[in-house]
């Protein structure tokens, strides 16, 4: 959930001053008007050590209700850079949809060979030399796992911050990976939205963890048809906007399929859990981005589970008539 944000000429002069220049050891951006903007650079401190410098943030840059991206120069030798992406649960919900979703787009468009490491706060306390030192140790502990070890480690981490119903935990996977949608994905939601199209079909790219577009040639104009449409072998998130006529009448439902072969159970168990943990979010960027809040929502492991009087029975349900008690006759009557 990009939403077009991009990084601002402003930012990009300051953040090449931080890298030419001696004189800077941070840079501090937030987002504003739609754009990643640069809020102040940060001057060391006497004692020019990183956790001298560091423990300038916390007074008076670093608020507890306040979302902020801060870049760091903590390495001698390149690349030199951390990137953290600072936000508190007490800020407003949109900023921390925002800030969370956005913070791979300020890593790329600055040019991620700048960044040895980047990582995700939610107190102060982690923005201390200490709480650096602890995610240090953090890492290095991480260090001899697995990958699928690392994977589940994300996994249950997704489970339980997606219990906590926001949804900034729910596109968080992880404190060191994000799952941002698309510019183009989140285009054609609100083209949806303004009925300049029936059809959006989401997947999730395992190379850059987010939510992309799946191109459609034509959209279908009845249920046997999106099934057609469906991948068989991948997952997808589907909102379709239904056409029909009931009882003489002419509606356009919007639908939302939920569909995860069983072939795909073969796959990387991290890109496997991605679709169930991201299914609330990608509803919830729809919802608050593009205004789309589907009539009926389907969960299904294979397309072919749909069908046309499945739908109809979910939209139509049968309204069974009840008939009054009707006492019997009297003899002789």
Known sequence: MQSGISASQELLSQFNDLLTSGTHFGLL??????????????????????????????????????ALYIILRRYSSAPALVAVTYVPDTAPVRQKMLFASTRLTLVRELGSEHFRDTFFATIPEELSPAGFEKHDAHIALEAPLTEEE???????????????????????LSKNMATPMAEDALDALKALAAGERSLVMLKINPQSESVELVPDASAPRSIPGLVQTIS??????TFYRFTHTHNGVETSPLLFFYTCPTSFSTKAIKFRMMYPLMKRSVLAVAEKE???Q??????????????????????????????GFSRPKRPGR
């Open 150 to 172: 690392r994977s589940l480690g994300d996994v249950r981490r997704a489970e339980q911050e997606a219990g906590m119903g926001t949804v900034t935990r729910e596109i968080h």
């Open 232 to 237: 068989p072998t991948e997952p997808r998130f």
């Open 29 to 66: 951006a937030t987002i504003s008007s739609e754009q990643l903007r640069p809020l102040q650079l940060l001057t060391p401190s006497s004692g020019n050590s990183f956790a001298s410098n560091v423990k300038l943030l916390l007074q008076p840059h670093v608020k507890p209700n306040e």
């Open 290 to 292: 593009a205004g789309l």
């Open 294 to 323: 589907p009539g009926k929502k389907f969960e299904v492991e294979d397309a072919s589970e749909i069908t046309e009087q499945g739908v109809m029975d979910e939209l139509h349900p049968k309204v069974e008539v009840k008939t």
